[in-house]
């Protein structure tokens, strides 16, 4: 529709005017007429009733005054309401909600349920369960399935669920970790711990080993519930530590037995116990945190004598255990229900490892051959197997570390990670060999699936490397560097990365070196590193970081600081102004083989603030006490850039002043967060007061140089 | 073929010769001369944009007429990207000279870049806006985009214990 002729025409498109006549269509500019818009802003309110229903409290007939008009104007707010969404959403959740305090048009528009949405689907974030059972209860059966947050299953138009509540929920204990404000406590158990884990959100379960009375006794395990939100934070912050605190027992059990297993379902609330010739289920009550047995499996009851279970594996909703005669078995988690019987005719020395992802079972046997079985349509022979090295070209006996089974798109993919370093990889649903991974350079341990269809890699060269699922991600890795080159090619060690977790953009490595690294995925930022001698695993959830040095059980505490003590920033801030011990300073070094006061003694400060990298900076501490150490203004060290999407205004204490060494160690004998890297304490240990990282270091021993 | 240079009229009539190439980065004009094939003699009117703001869009659109086409680029990347979370980063050098300019004229680019159906640059100038009322607090936009404070004292404190201890400006 050319209502208007233009009046101007370029002269050489006169002759063409003969041409045959344009079908009638709609001018674009009549359905939003955004010129008219803009220039008479009383009119935009009006033209869109979106925009009008989200203004609360602002009816359309409250008359604008002519001085406002000008103002107005300018107010790019009047945009169409979906340019104007779109322009708010590149805002980071604290702007956003800063611009919602601009008026009330800002405000309907900054609340905006599809805006929070978007955000947190766009974060990857779990969809909390404890959350949704806290607020909403109909919601609570609904789960999106796996990876794919897929939010339509939810009808966000219901006024019933607040997008930017959940997401300020998580995003505040988020915040908590990428600013490494946190409480720690630790406490002694009477055994060794051999399995540990979280439910619930605050239930910790430990399982620790008492021993045997005798050679020829049974071991005894005891089975724990600690109530971890039972330690409550002292009114006086102005320490990290709480020193020894235990979290309040909440219901113990004993097993006896020679061969044990323990394996967890966080998701369930259930535990089971594998022994000799028993399956136990117990439930973790949701409320009380009591355990309760649900069933119990006996090899007896399937008319086999003399056999015992071995290699049980958990997944999703069933489970599946071996027993010495090969049969492969698999019973519904939540009932204890036989689901199928597959005889195999594997021998139990062959089974070196088990995993389980949905109905299937691989076992691998051998290194090299690992046959996967269909535990849904039985079948007595593996469905598939799969060689590591077909060719056979590969002498050693150790050429598969680990094998795994991820989903990417509803293909069940398994992997194998391999002593070449690289990562073999097959489709389950044709046998058929996909293109391996390989970046690594050293062999690949262990390898698992993270968040959505990330999949992470450790290897001997010290990193973690995560995948991008999906068709394309053979290629460009994400690296996390655990252990650093030079520190392996001096110690001539292998770097072991003992295990691996990760969990809404969070991945945690340990190596065996007792260091303990957590890096924010998304960004790729170490969130923080810490050191503890005899470490044996740690886990994490939302709100704990718990590891298991020896027989200690040091938990980390996330939890948002309870309003009556302040903002938590003043608390950050106050872990660096050291306070006089209430101990007297110690007569003798706790680092063996570093007299006091008497070499020169260098502090490296790692200072790493939220969600920068890790900056090293060397400061002499001179023997004659009475130094004070500089850092750079906290401010000019943040990473301002916009890819970083935590950034928020941050303002640190800018210096440390130490007066005496020894100050600083006795204020650690609280922390207790300090150990050797690398399990020669002589040459330096790390220790850690809220966000500063201390290395003191044996000038002797010094490696060199230390930073880059 | 037809012409290689297509004539729109701005709302100030005036009219403007743009080559064919830079008029399909238009959606808008785009889908008008594909309606109209053999019918591009007729000057096409753009009654919301001036004549000022076209030249804008113009330049813009010749400095990025060899980059790859928007939609390809989304079609390539697989679900799991699509989540990662928006960038508002600008890392053309050139971008960052062209959105240098009033915000009157950025607003006014911004409509027309969403009229005329111009992916790149309505990114790039939502991309700036977002830019600009970054780290400001309520009262720092107020004054940068001049607008009136109607919230009550009651809806403030509201809406700053809403968002609890994460945020810390005033």
Not at chain 1, 467 to 483: H, M, R
Not at chain 2, 137 to 149: A, S, V
């Given at each position: 529709?050319?209502?208007?002729?233009?009046?101007?025409?370029?002269?050489?498109?006169?002759?063409?005017?003969?041409?045959?006549?344009?079908?009638?269509?709609?001018?674009?500019?009549?359905?939003?007429?955004?010129?008219?818009?803009?220039?008479?802003?009383?009119?935009?309110?009006?033209?869109?009733?979106?925009?009008?229903?989200?203004?609360?409290?602002?009816?359309?007939?409250?008359?604008?005054?002519?001085?406002?008009?000008?103002?107005?104007?300018?107010?790019?707010?009047?945009?169409?309401?979906?340019?104007?969404?779109?322009?708010?959403?590149?805002?980071?959740?604290?702007?956003?909600?800063?611009?919602?305090?601009?008026?009330?048009?800002?405000?309907?528009?900054?609340?905006?349920?599809?805006?929070?949405?978007?955000?947190?689907?766009?974060?990857?974030?779990?969809?909390?369960?404890?959350?949704?059972?806290?607020t909403i209860n109909h919601l609570l059966d609904l789960r999106p399935d796996d990876d794919t947050l897929d939010f339509a299953c939810y009808d966000p138009s219901s006024n019933q669920f607040d997008w930017k509540d959940m997401y300020r929920h998580k995003y505040s204990q988020m915040q908590n970790w990428y600013h490494n404000r946190y409480r720690e406590y630790s406490f002694h158990v009477p055994g060794r711990p051999v399995h540990v884990n979280i439910f619930h959100g605050k239930f910790m379960i430990l399982a620790y080993d008492l021993g045997a009375a005798?050679?020829?006794?049974?071991?005894?395990?005891?089975?724990?519930?600690?109530?971890?939100?039972?330690?409550?934070?002292?009114?006086?912050?102005?320490?990290?530590?709480?020193?020894?605190?235990?979290?309040?027992?909440?219901?113990?059990?004993?097993?006896?037995?020679?061969?044990?297993?323990?394996?967890?379902?966080?998701?369930?609330?259930?535990?089971?116990?594998?022994?000799?010739?028993?399956?136990?289920?117990?439930?973790?009550?949701?409320?009380?945190?009591?355990?309760?047995?649900?069933?119990?499996?006996?090899?007896?009851?399937?008319?086999?004598?003399?056999?015992?279970?071995?290699?049980?594996?958990?997944?999703?909703?069933?489970?599946?255990?071996?027993?010495?005669?090969?049969?492969?078995?698999?019973?519904?988690?939540?009932?204890?229900?036989?689901?199928?019987?597959?005889?195999?005719?594997?021998?139990?020395?062959?089974?070196?490892?088990?995993?389980?992802?949905?109905?299937?079972?691989?076992?691998?046997?051998?290194?090299?051959?690992?046959?996967?079985?269909?535990?849904?349509?039985?079948?007595?022979?593996?469905?598939?197997?799969?060689?590591?090295?077909?060719?056979?070209?590969?002498?050693?006996?150790?050429?598969?570390?680990?094998?795994?089974?991820?989903?990417?798109?509803?293909?069940?993919?398994?992997?194998?990670?391999?002593?070449?370093?690289?990562?073999?990889?097959?489709?389950?649903?044709?046998?058929?060999?996909?293109?391996?991974?390989?970046?690594?350079?050293?062999?690949?341990?262990?390898?698992?699936?993270?968040?959505?269809?990330?999949?992470?890699?450790?290897?001997?060269?010290?990193?973690?490397?995560?995948?991008?699922?999906?068709?394309?991600?053979?290629?460009?890795?994400?690296?996390?560097?655990?252990?650093?080159?030079?520190?392996?090619?001096?110690?001539?060690?292998?770097?072991?990365?003992?295990?691996?977790?990760?969990?809404?953009?969070?991945?945690?490595?340990?190596?065996?070196?007792?260091?303990?690294?957590?890096?924010?995925?998304?960004?790729?930022?170490?969130?923080?590193?810490?050191?503890?001698?005899?470490?044996?695993?740690?886990?994490?959830?939302?709100?704990?970081?718990?590891?298991?040095?020896?027989?200690?059980?040091?938990?980390?505490?996330?939890?948002?600081?309870?309003?009556?003590?302040?903002?938590?920033?003043?608390?950050?801030?106050?872990?660096?102004?050291?306070?006089?011990?209430?101990?007297?300073?110690?007569?003798?070094?706790?680092?063996?083989?570093?007299?006091?006061?008497?070499?020169?003694?260098?502090?490296?400060?790692?200072?790493?603030?939220?969600?920068?990298?890790?900056?090293?900076?060397?400061?002499?501490?001179?023997?004659?006490?009475?130094?004070?150490?500089?850092?750079?203004?906290?401010?000019?060290?943040?990473?301002?850039?916009?890819?970083?999407?935590?950034?928020?205004?941050?303002?640190?204490?800018?210096?440390?002043?130490?007066?005496?060494?020894?100050?600083?160690?006795?204020?650690?004998?609280?922390?207790?967060?300090?150990?050797?890297?690398?399990?020669?304490?002589?040459?330096?240990?790390?220790?850690?007061?809220?966000?500063?990282?201390?290395?003191?270091?044996?000038?002797?021993?010094?490696?060199?140089?230390?930073?880059? | 073929?037809?012409?290689?240079?297509?004539?729109?009229?701005?709302?100030?009539?005036?009219?403007?010769?743009?080559?064919?190439?830079?008029?399909?980065?238009?959606?808008?004009?785009?889908?008008?001369?594909?309606?109209?094939?053999?019918?591009?003699?007729?000057?096409?009117?753009?009654?919301?944009?001036?004549?000022?703001?076209?030249?804008?869009?113009?330049?813009?659109?010749?400095?990025?007429?060899?980059?790859?086409?928007?939609?390809?680029?989304?079609?390539?990347?697989?679900?799991?990207?699509?989540?990662?979370?928006?960038?508002?980063?600008?890392?053309?050098?050139?971008?960052?000279?062209?959105?240098?300019?009033e915000l009157r004229v950025i607003v006014d680019i911004l409509l027309a870049a969403n009229y005329l159906d111009v992916k790149g640059l309505f990114e790039l100038m939502c991309k700036h806006i977002a830019n600009e009322l970054k780290g400001k607090t309520p009262d720092q936009i107020r004054e940068r985009f001049g607008i009136q404070d109607d919230l009550t004292e009651e809806d403030k404190a509201a809406m700053r214990k809403a968002w609890g201890a994460t945020k810390n400006d005033s």
């Amino acid at each position: 529709m050319r209502s208007k002729p233009p009046s101007k025409r370029h002269s050489s498109y006169a002759i063409d005017l003969e041409a045959p006549k344009k079908k009638e269509r709609v001018s674009p500019r009549n359905p939003i007429n955004l010129l008219d818009d803009v220039t008479h802003p009383v009119n935009a309110v009006i033209k869109y009733p979106s925009i009008l229903n989200n203004l609360r409290g602002v009816s359309a007939d409250v008359p604008l005054h002519i001085e406002d008009m000008v103002v107005v104007r300018k107010d790019f707010m009047q945009l169409p309401v979906e340019v104007a969404s779109h322009v708010l959403s590149y805002l980071t959740a604290p702007d956003l909600c800063r611009s919602g305090r601009v008026s009330q048009l800002w405000r309907s528009l900054c609340e905006d349920q599809s805006l929070w949405k978007d955000k947190y689907s766009r974060s990857k974030w779990k969809i909390d369960n404890h959350y949704l059972q806290t607020t909403i209860n109909h919601l609570l059966d609904l789960r999106p399935d796996d990876d794919t947050l897929d939010f339509a299953c939810y009808d966000p138009s219901s006024n019933q669920f607040d997008w930017k509540d959940m997401y300020r929920h998580k995003y505040s204990q988020m915040q908590n970790w990428y600013h490494n404000r946190y409480r720690e406590y630790s406490f002694h158990v009477p055994g060794r711990p051999v399995h540990v884990n979280i439910f619930h959100g605050k239930f910790m379960i430990l399982a620790y080993d008492l021993g045997a009375a005798g050679p020829t006794e049974r071991r005894v395990f005891k089975l724990k519930i600690y109530d971890l939100t039972s330690v409550t934070w002292p009114s006086h912050t102005n320490i990290a530590s709480l020193g020894e605190r235990s979290p309040s027992k909440i219901s113990t059990r004993t097993v006896v037995s020679s061969l044990i297993e323990w394996k967890s379902l966080e998701e369930e609330g259930l535990v089971l116990v594998k022994e000799d010739e028993t399956i136990r289920c117990l439930a973790v009550d949701e409320n009380s945190g009591c355990l309760v047995p649900r069933y119990e499996i006996g090899v007896r009851s399937y008319g086999v004598e003399g056999v015992h279970f071995v290699k049980m594996c958990v997944e999703g909703n069933r489970f599946h255990c071996f027993t010495t005669d090969g049969v492969l078995r698999s019973w519904e988690v939540k009932t204890g229900h036989l689901l199928n019987e597959i005889t195999t005719d594997l021998h139990l020395w062959s089974l070196s490892q088990v995993i389980a992802h949905g109905k299937w079972v691989a076992v691998l046997i051998c290194n090299n051959k690992i046959a996967v079985y269909n535990t849904v349509d039985g079948v007595s022979h593996p469905a598939r197997v799969f060689f590591a090295d077909p060719d056979q070209k590969y002498e050693s006996q150790h050429l598969v570390h680990k094998i795994l089974i991820s989903s990417h798109q509803r293909e069940d993919v398994l992997y194998a990670s391999l002593h070449t370093g690289s990562i073999s990889r097959f489709d389950l649903q044709s046998g058929n060999p996909l293109p391996s991974l390989v970046d690594h350079v050293a062999p690949t341990r262990d390898i698992i699936s993270g968040d959505s269809r990330d999949i992470f890699s450790s290897s001997e060269d010290g990193t973690v490397k995560m995948w991008e699922g999906g068709e394309d991600s053979t290629k460009n890795p994400s690296t996390f560097i655990v252990l650093h080159q030079h520190l392996l090619n001096k110690t001539n060690q292998k770097g072991q990365i003992v295990h691996m977790s990760a969990a809404d953009h969070r991945l945690m490595a340990l190596s065996h070196f007792g260091k303990i690294k957590l890096w924010d995925t998304t960004t790729g930022n170490l969130l923080f590193s810490i050191g503890y001698r005899n470490l044996t695993t740690a886990i994490f959830n939302d709100l704990f970081l718990v590891a298991v040095v020896g027989q200690e059980i040091v938990v980390r505490d996330f939890r948002p600081v309870p309003e009556n003590l302040g903002s938590p920033r003043r608390t950050t801030t106050s872990h660096f102004s050291l306070s006089p011990p209430t101990s007297p300073p110690l007569e003798t070094s706790p680092v063996p083989g570093m007299s006091p006061l008497s070499t020169p003694v260098v502090i490296d400060i790692v200072y790493s603030p939220p969600m920068s990298p890790v900056r090293e900076h060397i400061i002499d501490v001179d023997k004659e006490h009475e130094k004070v150490i500089e850092l750079e203004d906290a401010e000019d060290k943040i990473d301002r850039s916009e890819t970083n999407p935590y950034y928020a205004n941050q303002s640190h204490c800018a210096s440390v002043e130490v007066t005496e060494i020894w100050l600083a160690f006795s204020l650690l004998q609280g922390v207790r967060s300090w150990g050797s890297t690398k399990g020669r304490p002589e040459d330096y240990f790390d220790l850690q007061i809220g966000l500063f990282q201390l290395r003191l270091v044996n000038e002797d021993a010094r490696p060199r140089p230390i930073v880059g | 073929m037809a012409s290689e240079s297509i004539s729109v009229t701005t709302s100030d009539d005036q009219t403007i010769q743009l080559s064919r190439k830079h008029a399909q980065m238009s959606q808008t004009i785009n889908s008008m001369l594909e309606d109209s094939v053999g019918a591009d003699q007729e000057a096409i009117p753009l009654p919301n944009v001036s004549s000022e703001v076209l030249k804008k869009v113009i330049d813009w659109c010749t400095h990025h007429e060899n980059d790859p086409a928007p939609v390809e680029k989304v079609k390539k990347l697989n679900k799991k990207r699509e989540y990662k979370a928006k960038n508002s980063t600008i890392s053309d050098e050139w971008d960052k000279n062209f959105v240098n300019a009033e915000l009157r004229v950025i607003v006014d680019i911004l409509l027309a870049a969403n009229y005329l159906d111009v992916k790149g640059l309505f990114e790039l100038m939502c991309k700036h806006i977002a830019n600009e009322l970054k780290g400001k607090t309520p009262d720092q936009i107020r004054e940068r985009f001049g607008i009136q404070d109607d919230l009550t004292e009651e809806d403030k404190a509201a809406m700053r214990k809403a968002w609890g201890a994460t945020k810390n400006d005033s």
